[in-house]
């Protein structure tokens, strides 16, 4: 399965602070993405690494890539009470026009203000 | 609209009788997904549709479910004779169908069986 586990499951910070998520998966990937979801509604991309890249930028959020550890970790930098939801990652493998995307259980991070 | 739409957003049932989610996907997207999440859990992959290739059901959790896609836009999922356990949110998602391409979804259709 390509399907990621993040860890921890659960993060509670003070507004302010960074918040760092991790993500491992098991097969070699063409790129992996990070999800959040609010409140149990649907998902929104957040941001896409590609297999050949070690870091990504976008705003506050840092993602980086080790595929020789199969891991992502994603950096939230100065977090806002409404970066309160839960993430997921989504690793695929592409090859062509059949690929689907599997998500974890997700970290559900806890932003007090 | 734009977006991937879902309906019903809501949905309570009575245990034993059928029902039906349906998801209209961004248009030329021809890639669909369902997936379900109960309560507290993460996303649980149910069915794949891509393009006219057979679909990927691998996901389903039992012979009460299935899902179509006609014309390769509208999709429908089904629970025949639903049971307690069945209730969840069910998340539609469709995508361009190419790897590395973002995947779009609904708001999800809140299912209560009772």
């Known amino acids: 399965s390509q399907q990621g586990e993040e860890d921890p499951q659960a993060l509670s910070i003070q507004e302010g602070e960074n918040a760092t998520m991790n993500c491992s998966y098991k097969t070699s990937i063409n790129n992996l993405q990070w999800y959040r979801q609010n409140s149990g509604r649907g998902l929104v991309h957040l941001i896409l690494i590609r297999s050949n890249e070690r870091e990504k930028h976008s705003g506050r959020l840092r993602v980086t890539l080790d595929t020789s550890k199969k891991s992502s970790s994603l950096l939230i930098t100065a977090s806002r009470a409404a970066d309160t939801a839960s993430y997921f990652c989504?690793?695929?493998?592409?090859?062509?026009?059949?690929?689907?995307?599997?998500f974890g259980k997700g970290t559900l991070l806890t932003v007090n203000p | 609209g734009a977006g991937v739409s879902q309906s019903p957003s809501n949905k309570v049932t009575e245990k034993g009788k059928d029902v039906e989610l349906r998801c209209d996907p961004i248009s030329g997207h021809t890639a669909l997904y369902w997936y379900r999440q109960s309560l507290g859990q993460g996303l649980e992959f149910l069915i794949y549709f891509q393009g006219n290739s057979a679909p990927d059901k691998s996901g389903l959790p039992s012979d009460r479910f299935s899902a179509e896609r006609t014309g390769g836009s509208v999709s429908t999922l089904t629970i025949q004779r639903t049971q307690q356990e069945d209730s969840a949110v069910y998340l539609c998602a469709s995508g361009s169908g190419q790897s590395g391409n973002t995947i779009y979804f609904g708001e999800g259709s809140w299912l209560t069986v009772v």
């Open positions: 989504a690793p695929s493998r592409g090859g062509g026009s059949n690929y689907k995307l599997t």
